[in-house]
């Protein structure tokens, strides 16, 4: 980050930004073509963060992620505008996440309801959640394995 007092290091404050976000935008890439998705999530922290996401079966998305794994994201939340004299006096105040990670799909049952509840708890103050066996089969659930995170406040 080329700003260091806009930078954000301490997890809690990252993992905030996360909680208010409303949306993550993935980026994808194949053949130095970009293709950026804005989606709905679900955020697990720990010792192995990770971001869940749900989809349909096919699509652009899936057919990138299957050539190329490796994704860029990006959440951002808290805007202000603020106003000056002038054109260029201004702004936007936000706080944002960008971060790297492997996505994949989820095969297993289980951990497809790990993922779901994740992303239903993001959006929701509820714990408990069920879901139809038929709904589950047919639902992709992705997981995205963060390898780097960071965070900007400006």
Do not use: Q
């Not at 700003?3 to 905030?16: C, P, S, W």
């Not at 709905?40 to 096919?58: I, V």
Request: net charge neutral; glycine share 8%; hydrophobic share 30%.
């Amino acid at each position: 980050m080329r700003r260091n007092d806009r930078e954000i290091k301490e997890n809690f404050e990252i993992e905030a930004i996360i909680s208010r976000s409303d949306v993550c935008r993935i980026a994808f890439a194949e053949n130095n073509t970009p293709y950026i998705v804005t989606m709905n999530f679900g955020y697990s922290g720990g010792d192995e963060p990770c971001l869940y996401f749900h989809c349909a079966p096919r699509g652009r998305k899936l057919e990138m992620m299957k050539k190329n794994s490796l994704v860029c994201f990006e959440m951002d939340t808290d805007h202000k505008l603020y106003g000056g004299e002038k054109g260029c006096d201004w702004g936007m105040n936000f706080r944002s996440i960008v971060g790297y990670g492997r996505l994949s799909i989820i095969d297993n049952n289980e951990e497809k309801i790990k993922g779901l509840d994740s992303i239903m708890a993001h959006y929701s103050d509820s714990k408990n959640f069920t879901y139809d066996t038929k709904v589950i089969e047919r639902t992709t659930v992705l997981k995205l394995i963060i390898t780097e995170m960071t965070g900007k406040k400006a």
